[in-house]
């Protein structure tokens, strides 16, 4: 049962410090999502990804906000500088995109980001 | 603009009441994509449908059905002898076009409680 992974699964961090959060897609899913969820604002799309390549990144602060995709297996969101505000639920989502095909995305158990 | 409208926020029924969950939905591609996610208390998101525009048959999965209507740019979501388990988050969402790769708007959720 192929599935989205996310790591870690919770973490807890003081202002200043630096956080990664790493995602493994579905094997042969070419689109990976970053998707932030809070209370207030809801589910916010982040960043996206097709073919490793980045096509949008406009949801993120640009200035301590940065995703990559190092390879097919590895999505990271990196935020450095942490702030209070950033405390969240990060996930993870891929997907397959064909020709003109909208396939839907699967998502991971997320990544619960508290910051002090 | 692509947009997703969920307008009730949270719902409250009896155990095994029928209860139905609106979305509305606005887009001015010809071609798109509907889906449904259950984000359940434990934080994951469950993908449970997804619709292409040219298909207008209601579609029906056990206790669920789903009922497309491009007239009124609707795709709403009924429970059919509701459980404790259905007790969730429910999430619209509409596929932007091929060329925003895939990009998904997701509506705000339904909280949906299932009293026994």
């Known amino acids: 049962d192929a599935r989205v992974t996310q790591t870690p699964r919770h973490k807890v961090t003081e202002m200043g410090q630096e956080v990664t959060m790493r995602c493994q897609p579905i094997l042969g899913h070419n689109t990976v999502f970053w998707y932030r969820q809070t209370m207030m604002q809801g589910l916010e799309l982040l960043a996206y990804f097709r073919n490793r390549a980045p096509l949008d990144d406009s949801g993120m602060p640009k200035d301590r906000f940065s995703a990559e995709m190092p390879d097919a297996t590895l999505a990271t969101l990196k935020i450095q500088p942490s702030e209070p505000r950033d405390s969240a639920v990060y996930f993870c989502?891929?997907?397959?995109?064909?020709?003109?095909?909208?396939?839907?995305?699967?998502f991971g158990p997320g990544t619960r980001l508290t910051v002090l | 603009a692509q947009k997703v409208t969920q307008a009730q926020t949270e719902i409250s029924v009896v155990e095994k009441e029928d209860v139905t969950l609106d979305c509305v939905y606005e887009?001015?591609?010809?071609?798109?994509?509907l889906f449904w996610y259950k984000q359940p208390p434990s934080g994951e998101l469950v993908f449970l449908i997804r619709?292409?525009?040219?298909?207008?048959q209601n579609e029906i999965s056990g206790r669920y059905s789903w009922n497309f209507q491009k007239s009124t740019s609707s795709f709403n979501f009924t429970i059919t002898a509701s459980q404790v388990v259905d007790s969730a988050v429910y999430f619209c969402?509409?596929?932007?076009?091929?060329?925003?790769?895939?990009?998904?708007?997701f509506g705000t959720g339904t909280s949906l409680t299932v009293i026994p």
């Open positions: 619709r292409n525009s040219f298909d207008e």
């Open positions: 887009t001015r591609d010809t071609t798109y994509y």
């Open positions: 989502a891929s997907g397959l995109v064909l020709d003109s095909s909208y396939n839907e995305q699967f």
């Open positions: 969402a509409l596929s932007g076009s091929f060329n925003a790769g895939n990009q998904f708007y």
